[in-house]
């Protein structure tokens, strides 16, 4: 079965510098991969998406994320982190099953010092 | 085009109630799929609909069910209403299976 790990549930940097946040996963198959982010009392916001050809995918926001097939990551990075980039990421993998599962990692909080 | 929308946005029950949630999918998105959110659990897969017909469910019980209209909207509705049914409830849209998933603003239960 296919499985997501975060293995950084809280991570805190200051604003300017740079941000790596972990995402390893487990899968049978070439993965689709996703990065979400989700504000307080809000629903996930899509900040991009793997689904193959150039490892190095860009998103919104600044954000970029590598996959690696040979470490099983899709590590999302940001170079200068802002205030408003305080908020949960969650990584996620799918779809799975001939539909449209996806499997998410437990997510990683966010906190960005002034 | 306007994007996913959940509503209510907030509710609250009493054990044993019955509750529905409702999703509209964006413009021309077919398939349908709803999340549970707990701080215990995670992001959790409830179940998808594609064209009006449950095509994936996941590890749930049966108080946990679904529909999804010819318009593409689509309600869940728990039944029998246990503490643990708290969550933020998720509903995604996409143009088609296997596509990217696009996210409501959720809808908070909160079970008294």
């Known amino acids: 079965a296919q499985s997501v790990t975060q293995p950084d549930i809280h991570i805190t940097v200051s604003e300017g510098a740079s941000l790596e946040l972990r995402c390893n996963y487990s899968?049978?198959?070439?993965?689709?991969l996703f990065w979400y982010v989700q504000s307080p009392g809000q629903g996930l916001q899509l900040l991009l998406k793997?689904?193959?050809?150039?490892?190095l995918v860009q998103g919104i926001k600044g954000f970029e994320a590598e996959f690696k097939r040979s470490q099983s990551s899709f590590n999302l990075r940001k170079p200068s982190v802002h205030w408003s980039d305080a908020a949960e990421y969650f990584c996620?993998?799918?779809?799975?099953?001939?539909?449209?599962?996806?499997?998410f990692g437990t997510g990683t909080q966010l906190k960005v010092e002034l | 085009k306007a994007g996913v929308t959940q509503t209510p946005r907030y509710l609250i029950k009493t054990r044993g109630q019955q509750v529905t949630l409702s999703c509209s999918p964006i413009?021309?998105?077919?398939?349908v799929s709803w999340y549970q959110q707990t701080p215990g659990q995670g992001l959790q897969f409830l179940f998808e609909?594609?064209?009006?017909?449950?095509?994936n469910k996941g590890n749930f019980p049966g108080r946990f069910s679904g529909r999804q209209f010819s318009n593409s909207r689509s309600e869940m509705n728990v039944s029998t209403l246990e503490l643990g049914d708290s969550a933020l409830y998720l509903c995604?849209?996409?143009?088609?299976?296997?596509?990217?998933?696009?996210f409501g603003p959720g809808t908070r239960l909160l079970v008294l």
């Open positions: 793997y689904f193959s050809g150039d490892t």
């Open positions: 995604a849209s996409s143009l088609e299976v296997q596509e990217t998933q696009y």
């Open positions: 609909y594609f064209s009006e017909t449950q095509r």
């Open positions: 996620a993998v799918g779809p799975t099953g001939g539909g449209n599962k996806l499997t």
């Open positions: 899968y049978g198959a070439t993965p689709y």
């Open positions: 413009s021309g998105h077919r398939s």
